[in-house]
């Protein structure tokens, strides 16, 4: 009768190449888990605030002494003006936002005006309007109170009181280090000068100094007296001020 012959230990060098392979495996698996977080698309919380709440924590005037700035044009077809404004500021020393930076952002078409354009040989008015910007920012503070709740944790907020424009934050979301503003109504040029739409100031804080990025902002289907199908809404790259990323 065959007998099988006892069942042999591993041996030492064996078990090492066991563990060495499921080292590997374990790192392999953690990379592409990563990876794949980065992809993940998250929703980012918002605060309303007024100007002197959100100042406060970086000066004791509660007013901000700007550092970088600019007012970059937006080229939609429009007459008059349209821009994109970016601006930075620091924390002075012994206040809560002490050594951080300050992040706003803004889009202005007070001073765009509508054209008219040609539709199939008609004469069409046209006010093209803004509805998302996107860009790449570095790590976000989120261990500061904006609104003044008593509860730190905000990330972004909105300066609906004390400070220019009328239009706020649908909702924000991020992957990787990319955000998207999506705004709650189209910013749309105007009939006339001083008559267009401009947002609110967004911003954000950040431990990391300023460096220039391209933003995109996104057209929506505009105003038209006819309305015409556009298949591929334009987009705009805009220079802006954003954090570094390391």
Not at 4 to 9: F, G, L, Q
Not at 125 to 153: F, H, N
Request: aromatic share 8%.
């Amino acid at each position: 009768m065959f007998v099988s012959n006892p069942r042999r230990a591993p041996s030492n060098y064996e078990q090492g190449m066991t563990r060495s392979v499921l080292v590997f495996v374990g790192v392999v698996l953690g990379i592409a888990f990563m990876m794949g977080c980065a992809k993940i698309d998250v929703h980012l919380k918002t605060v309303n605030v007024r100007s002197s709440t959100i100042y406060c924590l970086f000066d004791p005037s509660c007013t901000v002494t700007v550092t970088n700035s600019s007012t970059t044009p937006i080229p939609i077809k429009a007459g008059g003006t349209a821009f994109l404004e970016s601006r930075t500021f620091v924390g002075k020393p012994g206040t809560p936002a002490s050594g951080l930076y300050g992040y706003e952002y803004r889009i202005d078409l007070s001073k765009a005006v509508e054209t008219m354009v040609d539709v199939g040989g008609v004469a069409t008015k046209q006010i093209p309007c803004l509805l998302s910007m996107t860009l790449e920012v570095g790590p976000i503070i989120e261990t500061l109170d904006y609104d003044g709740d008593g509860k730190a944790g905000d990330l972004i907020y909105v300066v609906t009181s004390g400070g220019p424009g009328r239009i706020g934050l649908e909702h924000i979301h991020g992957w990787s280090n990319n955000i998207v503003l999506d705004f709650d109504s189209p910013i749309c040029v105007g009939a006339s000068g001083g008559t267009g739409n401009s947002t609110y100031f967004v911003g954000f804080v950040s431990a990391h100094p300023p460096r220039s990025v391209t933003a995109t902002v996104k057209e929506t289907a505009g105003l038209t007296e006819k309305s015409t199908k556009i298949e591929n809404l334009p987009r705009y790259d805009v220079l802006v001020h954003a954090p570094q990323i390391r």
